[in-house]
């Protein structure tokens, strides 16, 4: 209770110091709201006249407001998986770059470079196989006689099924 009585107390020290300040921005506020309100007045009513004659209006007016509801969920739950996917590709990236240069550490510079070399030639020639065989699987079906149609020309082995 005394915690609540300090507070207290420091919070009213606080306003009375800062009441100077903000007298004249409270003094805006109500004449501001003494000019505005005999205007917005008639529009109020006539909206709570409009609502008690067709409660259909209300239901819509809250379905609008849980789909708002709904949407600033969804983008943040967006926004947050936009940062964790982005966290963690830097993770990888920064993994990656270690792993680089602990080989390279490790192994010594010509050694590594070399095997990257044999590894990036040994995928080219993997790749090249593939093609070839696609390739002539494409050839075959066009040489027995199969007409495509107008897919001649496109690189897929099974355009013809089409």
Known sequence: MELVQEYASQALHIYNT???????????IFQTQ???YPILLPYLNTAANLAH????????G????????AMQVLNFIRRVMVWWFKVMMRIVFW??????????WQRGVERTVGDLVGWGQELSDVWWREYRRW????????????????????TNARASWR
Do not use: C, H, W
């Open 53 to 60: 004659k067709s409660p259909a209006i209300i239901t819509v």
């Open 34 to 36: 003494r000019q505005i």
């Open 135 to 154: 390739e002539g699987y494409q050839n075959q079906g066009s040489s027995q006689g199969r007409n495509p149609g107008p897919m001649i020309g496109r």
């Open 18 to 28: 800062a009441d100077p300040y903000l007298r004249p921005i409270r003094r805006f």
């Open 62 to 69: 809250i379905l609008l407001l849980f789909l708002l509801i």
């Open 95 to 104: 993994t990656v770059v270690v792993l680089l240069i602990s080989a390279i």
